[in-house]
T-cell receptor
Framework: EAQVTQNPRYLITVTGKKLTVTCSQN?????MSWYRQDPGLGLRQIYY???????DKGDVPEGYKVSRKEKRNFPLILESPSPNQTSLYFC????????????FGPGTRLLVL | GENVEQHPSTLSVQEGDSAVIKCTYSDSASNYFPWYKQELGKRPQLIIDIRSNVGEKKDQRIAVTLNKTAKHFSLHITETQPEDSAVYFC????????????FGTGTRLTVIP
Protein backbone atom coordinates (compact mmCIF):
# COMPACT_ATOMS: atom_id res chain seq x y z
CA GLU A 1 0.00 0.00 0.00
CA ALA A 2 1.32 3.43 -1.01
CA GLN A 3 1.71 5.52 2.10
CA VAL A 4 3.55 8.06 4.20
CA THR A 5 4.28 6.99 7.76
CA GLN A 6 5.38 9.02 10.76
CA ASN A 7 6.65 8.00 14.17
CA PRO A 8 5.91 8.58 16.91
CA ARG A 9 2.26 9.59 16.57
CA TYR A 10 2.19 11.21 20.00
CA LEU A 11 5.07 12.56 22.05
CA ILE A 12 5.34 14.38 25.34
CA THR A 13 8.78 15.73 26.17
CA VAL A 14 10.49 18.41 28.23
CA THR A 15 12.23 21.58 27.18
CA GLY A 16 15.72 20.99 25.82
CA LYS A 17 15.54 17.23 25.32
CA LYS A 18 16.49 16.44 21.73
CA LEU A 19 13.98 14.48 19.72
CA THR A 20 13.51 13.13 16.21
CA VAL A 21 10.27 12.53 14.35
CA THR A 22 10.69 10.07 11.53
CA CYS A 23 8.94 10.19 8.16
CA SER A 24 9.06 7.51 5.53
CA GLN A 25 7.34 7.06 2.17
CA ASN A 26 7.21 4.05 -0.11
CA UNK A 27 6.16 5.79 -3.31
CA UNK A 28 9.64 6.65 -4.60
CA UNK A 29 8.80 10.33 -4.32
CA UNK A 30 11.57 12.88 -4.81
CA UNK A 31 9.85 15.72 -2.93
CA MET A 32 9.23 15.61 0.82
CA SER A 33 8.16 18.32 3.21
CA TRP A 34 7.41 19.01 6.86
CA TYR A 35 4.53 21.18 8.06
CA ARG A 36 3.30 22.25 11.44
CA GLN A 37 -0.38 22.85 12.08
CA ASP A 38 -1.53 25.26 14.76
CA PRO A 39 -5.09 26.45 15.49
CA GLY A 40 -6.01 29.47 13.41
CA LEU A 41 -2.74 29.37 11.46
CA GLY A 42 -3.31 26.53 9.03
CA LEU A 43 -0.37 24.48 7.84
CA ARG A 44 3.00 26.15 7.65
CA GLN A 45 6.00 24.66 5.92
CA ILE A 46 9.09 24.01 8.05
CA TYR A 47 11.56 22.42 5.62
CA TYR A 48 11.39 20.66 2.31
CA UNK A 49 13.59 18.44 0.20
CA UNK A 50 13.57 18.06 -3.55
CA UNK A 51 15.78 14.98 -3.51
CA UNK A 52 18.48 13.14 -1.60
CA UNK A 53 20.93 15.55 0.04
CA UNK A 54 18.89 18.56 -1.16
CA UNK A 55 17.01 20.39 1.59
CA ASP A 56 15.80 23.95 2.01
CA LYS A 57 13.99 26.13 4.51
CA GLY A 58 10.28 26.73 4.43
CA ASP A 59 8.43 29.53 6.19
CA VAL A 60 9.10 28.53 9.82
CA PRO A 61 12.46 26.69 10.01
CA GLU A 62 13.77 28.16 13.30
CA GLY A 63 14.46 25.49 15.89
CA TYR A 64 14.28 22.59 13.44
CA LYS A 65 16.73 20.53 11.42
CA VAL A 66 16.22 17.95 8.71
CA SER A 67 18.28 15.51 6.70
CA ARG A 68 17.68 13.51 3.54
CA LYS A 69 20.23 10.73 3.32
CA GLU A 70 17.86 8.30 1.66
CA LYS A 71 15.06 8.96 -0.78
CA ARG A 72 12.38 7.36 1.37
CA ASN A 73 13.23 9.00 4.72
CA PHE A 74 13.03 12.61 5.86
CA PRO A 75 13.43 12.94 9.64
CA LEU A 76 12.61 16.13 11.52
CA ILE A 77 15.00 16.95 14.36
CA LEU A 78 14.35 19.27 17.27
CA GLU A 79 17.75 19.79 18.89
CA SER A 80 16.44 21.73 21.90
CA PRO A 81 12.64 21.73 21.91
CA SER A 82 10.78 24.64 23.47
CA PRO A 83 7.11 24.96 24.47
CA ASN A 84 6.37 27.07 21.36
CA GLN A 85 7.12 23.99 19.28
CA THR A 86 4.11 22.23 20.76
CA SER A 87 2.10 21.50 17.65
CA LEU A 88 0.75 18.92 15.23
CA TYR A 89 3.36 17.96 12.66
CA PHE A 90 2.72 16.51 9.21
CA CYS A 91 5.14 15.05 6.74
CA UNK A 92 4.15 15.02 3.07
CA UNK A 93 5.59 13.71 -0.16
CA UNK A 94 5.03 14.00 -3.89
CA UNK A 95 6.76 13.54 -7.17
CA UNK A 96 8.81 16.56 -8.15
CA UNK A 97 7.20 19.56 -9.73
CA UNK A 98 4.54 22.09 -9.03
CA UNK A 99 1.06 20.69 -9.13
CA UNK A 100 1.83 17.17 -8.10
CA UNK A 101 -0.48 15.83 -5.41
CA UNK A 102 1.05 15.90 -1.95
CA UNK A 103 0.32 12.88 0.23
CA PHE A 104 0.33 13.50 3.95
CA GLY A 105 1.41 11.29 6.79
CA PRO A 106 -0.91 10.65 9.75
CA GLY A 107 0.58 13.43 11.87
CA THR A 108 2.62 13.61 15.07
CA ARG A 109 1.19 15.47 18.02
CA LEU A 110 4.01 16.95 20.10
CA LEU A 111 3.73 18.49 23.55
CA VAL A 112 6.79 20.22 24.96
CA LEU A 113 6.57 20.95 28.69
CA GLY B 1 6.41 35.02 -0.46
CA GLU B 2 2.87 33.95 -1.13
CA ASN B 3 0.06 34.88 1.25
CA VAL B 4 -3.23 32.99 1.13
CA GLU B 5 -6.29 34.27 2.98
CA GLN B 6 -9.33 32.07 3.53
CA HIS B 7 -12.89 32.94 4.56
CA PRO B 8 -15.00 32.17 6.44
CA SER B 9 -13.21 30.48 9.32
CA THR B 10 -16.39 28.62 10.29
CA LEU B 11 -19.45 27.75 8.22
CA SER B 12 -22.63 25.95 9.21
CA VAL B 13 -25.16 24.80 6.63
CA GLN B 14 -28.23 22.64 6.62
CA GLU B 15 -27.93 19.26 4.99
CA GLY B 16 -28.72 19.58 1.30
CA ASP B 17 -27.72 23.24 1.08
CA SER B 18 -24.63 24.53 -0.71
CA ALA B 19 -21.42 25.71 0.92
CA VAL B 20 -18.91 28.15 -0.52
CA ILE B 21 -15.41 28.83 0.80
CA LYS B 22 -13.30 31.61 -0.64
CA CYS B 23 -9.58 32.20 -0.83
CA THR B 24 -7.40 35.01 -2.12
CA TYR B 25 -3.72 34.87 -2.93
CA SER B 26 -1.10 37.56 -3.26
CA ASP B 27 1.41 36.30 -5.83
CA SER B 28 0.14 36.64 -9.39
CA ALA B 29 2.71 34.03 -10.46
CA SER B 30 0.98 31.27 -8.46
CA ASN B 31 -0.40 28.71 -10.85
CA TYR B 32 -1.67 25.72 -8.87
CA PHE B 33 -4.50 25.77 -6.33
CA PRO B 34 -5.43 22.60 -4.44
CA TRP B 35 -8.10 22.11 -1.79
CA TYR B 36 -7.60 19.72 1.10
CA LYS B 37 -10.16 18.23 3.46
CA GLN B 38 -9.16 17.31 6.99
CA GLU B 39 -11.55 15.27 9.09
CA LEU B 40 -11.20 15.36 12.85
CA GLY B 41 -8.00 13.66 13.93
CA LYS B 42 -7.03 12.74 10.39
CA ARG B 43 -4.50 13.88 7.82
CA PRO B 44 -5.30 16.45 5.09
CA GLN B 45 -6.39 14.83 1.85
CA LEU B 46 -6.65 16.41 -1.58
CA ILE B 47 -10.22 16.70 -2.81
CA ILE B 48 -9.85 18.86 -5.90
CA ASP B 49 -7.34 21.15 -7.55
CA ILE B 50 -7.18 23.66 -10.36
CA ARG B 51 -4.42 25.11 -12.47
CA SER B 52 -4.16 28.66 -13.68
CA ASN B 53 -5.02 27.82 -17.29
CA VAL B 54 -8.50 26.68 -16.25
CA GLY B 55 -11.35 28.78 -14.85
CA GLU B 56 -13.49 26.05 -13.35
CA LYS B 57 -13.28 22.38 -12.49
CA LYS B 58 -15.99 20.08 -11.22
CA ASP B 59 -16.01 16.65 -9.62
CA GLN B 60 -19.47 15.41 -8.70
CA ARG B 61 -20.73 17.66 -5.87
CA ILE B 62 -17.50 19.63 -5.61
CA ALA B 63 -16.37 22.44 -7.87
CA VAL B 64 -13.59 25.00 -7.79
CA THR B 65 -13.52 28.32 -9.62
CA LEU B 66 -10.51 30.52 -10.27
CA ASN B 67 -10.38 34.21 -11.10
CA LYS B 68 -6.78 35.01 -11.98
CA THR B 69 -7.42 38.71 -12.50
CA ALA B 70 -8.85 39.12 -9.02
CA LYS B 71 -6.49 36.51 -7.55
CA HIS B 72 -9.18 34.53 -5.83
CA PHE B 73 -10.51 31.00 -5.99
CA SER B 74 -13.46 29.30 -4.37
CA LEU B 75 -14.65 25.86 -3.36
CA HIS B 76 -18.30 25.03 -3.93
CA ILE B 77 -19.96 22.02 -2.36
CA THR B 78 -23.52 21.29 -3.44
CA GLU B 79 -26.11 19.05 -1.77
CA THR B 80 -24.06 18.94 1.40
CA GLN B 81 -24.11 15.81 3.54
CA PRO B 82 -23.10 15.28 7.18
CA GLU B 83 -19.92 13.50 6.01
CA ASP B 84 -18.83 16.76 4.38
CA SER B 85 -18.28 18.15 7.89
CA ALA B 86 -14.54 18.77 8.21
CA VAL B 87 -11.91 21.50 8.01
CA TYR B 88 -11.13 22.61 4.48
CA PHE B 89 -7.85 24.22 3.47
CA CYS B 90 -7.06 26.05 0.29
CA UNK B 91 -3.49 26.39 -0.91
CA UNK B 92 -1.46 28.03 -3.65
CA UNK B 93 1.79 27.07 -5.28
CA UNK B 94 4.23 29.23 -7.17
CA UNK B 95 6.16 28.00 -10.23
CA UNK B 96 9.53 27.88 -8.48
CA UNK B 97 10.36 24.27 -9.33
CA UNK B 98 9.64 23.09 -5.78
CA UNK B 99 6.18 21.78 -4.98
CA UNK B 100 5.78 24.16 -2.02
CA UNK B 101 2.24 24.83 -0.90
CA UNK B 102 1.12 27.97 0.94
CA PHE B 103 -2.02 27.18 2.91
CA GLY B 104 -4.94 29.27 4.03
CA THR B 105 -5.96 29.16 7.68
CA GLY B 106 -8.82 26.72 7.16
CA THR B 107 -12.63 26.68 7.25
CA ARG B 108 -14.49 24.46 9.66
CA LEU B 109 -17.62 23.30 7.83
CA THR B 110 -20.46 21.82 9.83
CA VAL B 111 -23.37 20.23 8.00
CA ILE B 112 -26.43 20.06 10.22
CA PRO B 113 -28.64 17.02 9.58
Amino acid sequence: EAQVTQNPRYLITVTGKKLTVTCSQNMNHEYMSWYRQDPGLGLRQIYYSMNVEVTDKGDVPEGYKVSRKEKRNFPLILESPSPNQTSLYFCASSTTGVGETQYFGPGTRLLVL
Amino acid sequence: GENVEQHPSTLSVQEGDSAVIKCTYSDSASNYFPWYKQELGKRPQLIIDIRSNVGEKKDQRIAVTLNKTAKHFSLHITETQPEDSAVYFCAASRPTGANNLFFGTGTRLTVIP
